[in-house]
Antibody, heavy 121, light 111 residues
């Protein structure tokens, strides 16, 4: 079964750091482009970051650029999001998702269940 | 940044009736490749989002044919021909011609 499982969320004080992980199973991560998307409590979806299948193409939203770092370890079939200088507005559920091309782009054809990050003192 | 604006923000529909959601982008989503980078997702209550429509009108695998997408340039529409109870949730449009951004979401309820 194709699956993404996020972990690493928790309660962290403002200014602190967290590292989120996304473990892929049922497929080879190295063949896919991957994203992080977050959702603040009661709010809509916000795209956070993208990494290409090769790892050379990396993009961030303006709200996290300079504070968050996306990376991948294809040997471990895992995606990561290093989050530094955390702020209250970074609170939310963080999802990883996969992009797949099969004649047309299916952006987010697979999503994980998410991991919750709470930034509060 | 590209701003995605959805209307309405909520709608209540009787089962069997049609429903439409509009999504307007602040810039054209037509790529130089000729494809248009507009996607639709549904987030059912308590669940992760899932993909419905790719590149304006391509239904994703397993998506019922009562869902259809249309539009071009900056104006797009998601149509449900006959709403069913399982269609409740929040619908989002998303663009990826410049980074990615989502619309605010449209909450569909059943009357």
């Amino acid at each position: 079964e194709v699956q993404l499982v996020e972990s690493g969320g928790g309660l962290i004080q403002p200014g602190g750091s967290l590292r989120l992980s996304c473990a892929a199973s049922g497929f080879t991560l190295s063949s896919y482009e991957m994203n992080w998307v977050r959702q603040a409590p009661g709010m809509g979806l916000e795209w956070v970051s993208y990494i290409s299948s090769s790892g050379t193409g990396i993009y961030y939203s303006d709200s996290v650029r300079g504070r968050f770092t996306i990376s991948r370890d294809d040997a471990r079939n895992s995606l990561y999001l290093q989050m530094n200088s955390l702020r209250a507005e970074d609170t939310g559920v963080y999802y990883c998702s996969r992009d797949h091309y099969s004649g047309f782009w299916a952006l987010g054809d697979v999503w994980g269940k998410g991991t919750t990050v709470t930034v509060s003192s | 940044d590209i701003v995605m604006t959805q209307t309405p923000l909520s709608l209540s529909v009787t089962p069997g009736q049609p429903a439409s959601i509009s999504c307007k982008s602040s810039r054209s989503l037509l790529h130089s490749s000729g494809k248009t980078n507009l996607y639709w997702y549904l987030q059912k209550p308590g669940q992760s989002p899932h993909l419905l429509i790719s590149e304006v009108s391509n239904r994703f695998s397993g998506v019922p044919d009562r869902f259809s997408g249309s539009g071009s340039g900056t104006d797009f529409t998601l149509t449900i021909s006959r709403v069913e109870a399982e269609d409740v949730g929040i619908y989002y449009c998303m663009q990826n011609i410049y980074l990615r951004s989502f619309g605010q979401g449209t909450k569909l309820e059943i009357k």
